[in-house]
């Protein structure tokens, strides 16, 4: 029986790009003042990213809810 609220993870797409940038921003902004200094993965080009490496997104519908970035190296 469904919640109504059903998740999907999946790989992240092109269209996925802004939500990934806002959700790293959102997960990272608060270091800055901590370290002193901007967090890498707030520096990364996220639709690059995307197109180069492994992302994945926790969507619900069609909206990105979660991000999980693989290897940036």
Same mark, same amino acid.
């Given at each position: 029986?469904?919640?109504?609220?059903?998740?999907?993870? %999946?790989? !992240?797409?092109a269209?996925?790009a802004g !939500?990934?940038? %806002?959700?790293v921003?959102?997960?990272y902004r608060a270091?800055? *003042?901590?370290?002193? %200094?901007? *967090?890498? *993965?707030?520096?990364?080009?996220?639709?690059?990213?995307? %197109?180069?490496?492994e992302v994945?997104?926790?969507?619900? !519908?069609?909206?990105?809810?979660?991000a999980? *970035?693989?290897?940036? !190296?």
């Amino acid at each position: 029986m469904g919640t109504g609220a059903e998740f999907e993870l %999946r790989r !992240a797409v092109a269209a996925d790009a802004g !939500a990934v940038e %806002r959700l790293v921003a959102d997960a990272y902004r608060a270091y800055v *003042p901590r370290i002193g %200094r901007t *967090p890498l *993965p707030l520096l990364t080009n996220q639709a690059q990213a995307i %197109r180069e490496h492994e992302v994945w997104v926790l969507a619900r !519908a069609a909206d990105a809810n979660g991000a999980l *970035p693989g290897s940036l !190296a």
